[in-house]
């Protein structure tokens, strides 16, 4: 039996069609009339596959995109309608953009000899991986990180990196974060998942010092990591065992990570920075309690999130308030690192709105080892953004 799938659709008719058509392809079936069911109850979303219709009374397919992006949801996409071919490709484009797994668009009147073409991959795929399979990948050193350039935006200078987690799966290949994480975080593996993390970029930094690299390396921790019993004593062993040079890390925490107790969260923070770490507050903006943890917890740098950067090209409100924090965390003093940059356009305004440090596929896309040394080697402060965005463009190593 394959797992759940979900019919988002006002029409009862279509409900009942599409449940026939998915149970015949062993899914267990079900079903939401309107945006605000979902709001109410989103276990529902917690599925393989969603048939998503474009239009749902006062919301549309784009307000339930962003709530699945919102929810870092797994689950591959079918857009159904009676609308048009260029109304759905927009809407495919932009769950695309947020990174949502987008299979296509099918008219509702070819909804009963159409669907199978879209099951067909999806029975052949493989079967999501278990915590048992990721609790083994980290034994067994399954695991790798993929480092996305990060430089100085009113200069040009490469200054480090942030290291972010793969799976080298021997079946499935490689596997991204969206695709382990919440398995992680549901089943008590955060916490050895990040010590193997932070592990593996001690280890890579060493190899770039060894190179006469001075490249600092960002890491995300997640409130599990704070709370440990004995983090600072193991630590700090880790930090001797392979020399690490901490003032050269940055230690990121997302404001959604569920920091319960401030107070013993501001000890541990305090902890690591008096032993020469940088922290940083990741995804500004998205939670909350932004404000209050910023105000509480001894941050140096502040992550604005890319929800608010990839629109600043596009939409005014966007660019208000990410230039509002550019400006919140230069008078605080802190470093203000912009992520998620993929124009030149939107380079070219958080360098004028003064921001720190930024990174994104307009600058590079995340690589491995081998394949960043490469492009640090080639890379020209002085080139224009748009001639090294063609020279990267090709280069997803990860």
Not at 103 to 122: D, E, H, Y
Request: aromatic share 8%; hydrophobic share 45%; glycine share 8%.
């Amino acid at each position: 039996m394959l797992s759940d799938a979900l019919i988002i659709d006002d029409d009862c008719n279509v409900q009942l069609l599409g449940k026939m058509l998915l149970r015949q392809h062993g899914y267990q079936v079900v079903t939401a009339s309107s945006f605000g069911e979902l709001v109410r109850q989103p276990d529902l979303l917690n599925v393989e596959l969603i048939l998503l219709d474009i239009g749902l009374g006062e919301f549309t397919s784009l307000d339930i995109l962003e709530y699945l992006y919102d929810l870092r949801l797994n689950a591959s996409i079918i857009l159904i309608s009676s609308c048009t071919e260029e109304t759905a490709a927009h809407a495919i484009a932009e769950g695309e953009a947020k990174g949502l797994k987008m299979l296509g668009f099918l008219s509702k009147s070819k909804l009963l000899t159409g669907l199978t073409t879209f099951l067909g991959p999806l029975k052949k795929a493989p079967k999501a991986p278990t915590s048992d399979e990721l609790a083994k990948a980290i034994r067994e050193q399954q695991l790798f990180l993929a480092f996305q350039p990060q430089i100085s935006l009113q200069h040009g200078n490469v200054i480090g990196v942030e290291a972010l987690v793969r799976w080298q799966d021997p079946q499935r290949g490689v596997l991204y974060p969206d695709s382990f994480i919440p398995l992680a975080e549901q089943n008590g593996l955060m916490l050895p998942l990040t010590w193997y993390v932070i592990e593996l970029a001690m280890k890579q930094q060493a190899q770039w010092q060894s190179r006469g690299w001075d490249l600092n390396i960002s890491i995300n921790i997640p409130a599990a990591f704070i709370q440990a019993e004995g983090v600072l004593e193991a630590f700090d062993q880790l930090t001797q065992e392979h020399q690490a040079v901490l003032s050269k890390i940055t230690l990121e925490l997302t404001e959604t990570a569920g920091v319960e107790c401030l107070g013993y969260a501001c000890y541990v923070l305090k902890a690591l920075r008096q032993r020469g770490c940088k922290l940083a507050l990741d995804d500004f903006g998205t939670g909350h309690s932004s404000l209050t943890q910023l105000y509480r917890l001894p941050f140096s740098e502040l992550k604005i999130d890319r929800s608010f950067v990839s629109l600043i090209d596009q939409d005014k409100e966007a660019l208000v308030i990410t230039a509002s924090i550019i400006d919140l965390g230069t008078r605080l003093g802190l470093t203000v690192v912009a992520e998620g940059i993929e124009t030149s356009a939107q380079f070219t305004l958080l360098v004028e709105a003064g921001c720190t440090v930024g990174q994104g596929y307009c600058i590079a896309h995340p690589l491995t080892a081998g394949a960043f040394n490469t492009w640090l080697r080639e890379y020209s402060p002085s080139a224009p953004i748009t001639h090294q965005t063609s020279m990267l463009s090709c280069s997803k190593a990860c």
